[in-house]
Structure formats: structure tokens, C-alpha cells
């Protein structure tokens, strides 16, 4: 477990590193919404900074829609950063012009996860492999010929699969010829998004041992996106964990898994089943929902679920249990006000009357019936029931940050070096006023 911290630093997790092809500074990336949220955009990515380095795989996970694949796509300029710079051998390429960007594009590539639809159907796998060539008038028309076919040779198929059409082969096939199509021009860094999930099983460990052959053969450098956090271990060299558009953790892949740092790596780890019998751990159950990236909290992305979460100022020696009961009871709050407009609006004219769920009373008392709970506590949950009673929920959860929220709410944490100076962490718990999340999950799960 990752006791001591070694350092501390107010910058991104990035570090001059000889052999970084890829330096990610303060990058966002935010999909503008129509009308109906009023405009507020989604903030898919939402100041990510990390390196990678030259000939590496960098596996990249997190719950679903937490930013991955757009983070992976701003990276290639299928997107379009909202801020920030993404510098490609030092150049920020999200400044390039429309000109530059083409040229550009030879040197990243990306392999989207579902075979069955990133190829065109009505184009020949010749036609296809070598559609970037085209567009990019590669050498001769001869020579283009020349290198799809042996780029067939390379990823495993065959030269007379040329003429044939993507219905005629398999996913593990079709997979290769996306891979074929994503060498053409010989890039020097690939986006590998999910390239093996949509796959058979059996077929997944064929495609990963091609993708681990043409790293060694072209020196290629990855950024892999997975969800499989098996196949990032036995694969990537290092590992960012990602959360509502934040990087939590980024380290080397074994620390990641043998010692983890971040409160959010921890949970996300304990939701693999342990293949040792013998080791007693229980699960982190994480409460809630991610929150909806339109609105993300203030402070840490993640303290709204965070099972290490600092306690208030104003009640440091709050019980665990009643600080957990405390935390469930905020989660309920937040989900009522979610439904507020929706499921309760639409039962109300549905059936008339007033919809309620369990009523305040019956949720206290589920919460905090067998708990002590002390005095100044009490005088507070009291305010709160007053308002969840009126359905005042966004006034119930005020009065709740105002006396129950800590810096976690409050603040965004730095990044601090934890075991190594090249495995960061994204919390406040690593800060020396703190007890570090290790202890504090090991005592309380
Ligand atoms: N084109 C888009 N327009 C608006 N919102 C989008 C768009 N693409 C993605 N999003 C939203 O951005 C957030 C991040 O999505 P993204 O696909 O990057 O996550 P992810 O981690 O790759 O998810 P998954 O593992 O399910 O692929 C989600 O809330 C998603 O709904």
C-alpha cells in the first residue's frame, strides 16, 4: 500500500521525459448541447495532463462515458479541443491549420472498437486499405497496390483477400483489416479504442498478440482504451484511470493494480473478483451514479461517491458508520432532486396529487434508526428533513454542503506524487494533513 508520498506538486501529471511523444496540457473537451439543457455543454473531457512516451502502451480506463473515447479522439483531432494543447513531438496540434492537420494525420491513427461498422461495405478491402493512401497521394497508384498488399501480408491475411468485400470475413478479420488500413501510412502513434471488445474471446488474444508484433516491428507508440481491466494489465506499460472527464491516477501498469493511490482505483479495482480465494477483501460499493457530466461538482470530480472522502471541519470525529449513512442520505437527496422534474412531475399528472417516494421519516429512520447520532448532528439532519419534507431538495443538499461538505466539495485536489515520481494521483488525501486513502479504505472496508 502506497503509505508515504513523496512528493507534492501543484503542476499536471507530466514530466520531462526524453522519449515523450505526446504532452496532454490542461486539455478539454466539451460537447456543445442544443436548446433543451439550455446550452450548457457536456464536458466529455475536462482538464486531462499527462505524457506518453515514445514506444509505450498506455492503457486508458473508467467507467463508461466517463471521456475515454472522446479523450482518445481529441488526441487524433477527430474532435476539437474546447482548451488546452496536446503537443505531438512538441508541436500543439490542436492550433494546426486545416493544411497542416492533413499532413499531420499520417502520424496518428486510430482503431475504432466495432469492426462490423467502421468498414465500408460497398469498398474492397484493397479499396479500403488503401483509401488513406489515396487521400493522402501516396507514391505512385502502382506502389499503393504494391504496399496494401503487403500490409495484408503484415496483419496476417492474405493478398487475394484484395478483391474481396468485408461481409465475406469474420470480426477478428475485419479487425485486421482495420488495423491494415490504420498502418497505411505508417503512423508513429495509434488510438486503440476497445479494438478487441465487440471480439470473440478466443479471437481477442490473436489481435492482441498482432497489435504487441507491430508495436516491436514499427516502434509504435498506444493509446489503448479498454474496460477489460485483465487485458490493460497483461498488455499496457502504464495505466490512467479516468473519471468524469478527470484523469484520477496515472502510474506504471503494476504499481497501478499492486498499489493504488487514487480512492476512485481503488474502487474500480475492488470490482474485480479476486482470483485467490484465501484473500478476504470486501467490495468498495460505490453509491450513486456518476453525476451528469453537464454539471459536474465543484471540487473533486469524484466526492460525490468517494468512499475516502475527508470529513467536515466543523465534525472531524464523526462516527464511520453515521458518516456513511450521512453520505447515503446526501446520495438520495441528489437523486430526488434528479427525478424532481421527471418521474415525480410526470406521476403527478399521470395520477393526480402529490408522488412522493419513501418519506423523509422513513428514510431517516432506515439511515440513522440504529445509530447514535449526536446532538449537533441532529440539529442539522433536523434542517435538513424541514426542507426534504417541502421537497426543497436543492436547499435540503445546501444546507448539507454548508455544514457537512469538507475540501473534497470545496476544492479541486492537485496531482501528488505518490510511490514514484512517474505514478500520480489526483486527491487531497495525499496532501500531509490527511490520512492517505490506502489506510483510511483498508480500515473502513
Ligand atoms: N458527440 C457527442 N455529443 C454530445 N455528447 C457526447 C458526444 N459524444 C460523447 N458524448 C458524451 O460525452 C461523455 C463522454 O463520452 P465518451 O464516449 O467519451 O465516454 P467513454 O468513456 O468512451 O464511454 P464508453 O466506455 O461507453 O465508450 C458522455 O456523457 C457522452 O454521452
Excluded at 20 to 36: A, P, R
Excluded at 242 to 269: D, K, Q, R, W
Aim: net charge negative.
Amino acid at each position: 500500500m502506497s503509505e508515504h508520498v513523496q512528493a507534492t506538486d501543484s503542476e499536471a501529471p507530466t514530466q520531462e521525459r526524453e522519449d515523450t511523444i505526446i504532452e496532454v496540457d490542461g486539455l478539454k473537451t466539451h460537447y456543445e448541447s442544443g436548446g433543451l439543457f439550455g446550452g450548457v455543454p457536456v464536458k466529455a473531457v475536462d482538464g486531462v495532463s499527462f505524457d506518453i512516451y515514445r514506444g509505450e502502451t498506455l492503457g486508458l480506463v473508467g467507467e463508461s462515458g466517463c471521456g475515454k473515447t472522446t479523450l482518445g479522439r481529441t488526441l487524433v483531432q477527430l474532435e476539437d479541443a474546447t482548451a488546452g494543447e496536446v503537443r505531438f513531438d512538441g508541436t500543439d496540434i490542436t492550433t494546426l491549420s486545416r493544411d497542416e492537420l492533413h499532413e499531420w494525420r499520417r502520424d496518428a491513427q486510430m482503431v475504432f472498437q466495432d469492426p462490423e461498422s467502421s468498414l465500408n461495405d460497398r469498398m474492397t478491402i484493397g479499396e479500403i486499405i488503401q483509401e488513406p493512401l489515396d487521400v493522402h497521394e501516396w507514391k505512385s497508384p502502382r506502389e499503393r497496390r504494391r504496399h496494401v498488399k503487403s500490409l495484408l501480408d503484415t496483419v496476417g491475411l492474405r493478398k487475394e483477400h484484395y478483391y474481396r468485400y468485408p461481409h465475406q470475413f469474420s470480426g477478428g478479420q475485419r479487425q485486421r483489416i482495420g488495423i491494415a488500413r490504420t498502418l497505411a501510412l505508417e503512423p508513429d502513434f495509434i488510438v486503440l479504442d476497445e479494438p478487441v471488445s465487440a471480439l470473440d474471446v478466443s479471437v481477442q488474444a490473436e489481435i492482441i498478440n498482432l497489435l504487441d508484433d507491430l508495436q516491436d516491428e514499427f516502434g509504435l507508440t498506444y493509446l489503448f482504451i479498454a474496460h477489460d481491466l485483465s487485458v490493460v494489465r497483461h498488455i499496457c506499460d502504464r495505466v490512467a484511470v479516468m473519471y468524469l472527464g478527470n484523469i484520477m491516477e496515472v502510474g506504471p501498469t503494476e504499481e497501478i493494480f499492486e498499489n493504488p493511490s487514487n480512492p476512485y482505483t481503488h474502487s474500480l479495482l475492488s470490482a474485480i473478483p479476486e482470483p485467490d480465494p484465501t484473500i478476504d477483501r470486501e467490495r468498495i460499493i460505490l453509491h450513486g451514479t456518476p453525476p451528469n457530466p453537464r454539471y459536474p461538482p465543484s471540487g473533486c470530480p469524484f466526492s460525490t461517491r468517494c468512499p475516502a472522502r475527508i470529513r467536515p471541519d466543523g465534525f472531524p470525529d464523526l462516527d464511520d458508520e453515521l458518516w456513511a449513512e450521512l453520505n447515503k442520505l446526501r446520495e438520495i437527496l441528489r437523486e430526488r432532486k434528479r427525478a424532481e422534474r421527471s418521474i415525480r412531475e410526470r406521476l403527478r399528472e399521470r395520477f393526480g396529487g402529490e408522488t412522493r417516494f419513501a418519506t423523509v421519516e422513513e428514510t431517516y429512520e432506515e439511515l440513522f434508526g440504529d445509530q447514535e447520532v449526536p446532538k449537533d448532528v441532529e440539529v442539522v439532519l433536523n434542517r435538513i428533513a424541514d426542507h426534504a419534507e417541502d421537497n426543497e431538495e436543492a436547499e435540503a443538499l445546501a444546507v448539507f454542503s454548508e455544514e457537512f461538505g469538507s475540501v473534497c466539495e470545496s476544492e479541486p485536489p492537485e496531482y501528488h506524487s505518490t510511490s514514484t515520481s512517474d505514478h500520480k494521483s489526483y486527491c487531497h488525501r495525499h496532501e500531509s494533513t490527511y490520512r492517505d486513502p490506502a489506510q483510511v479504505l483498508n480500515e473502513r472496508y
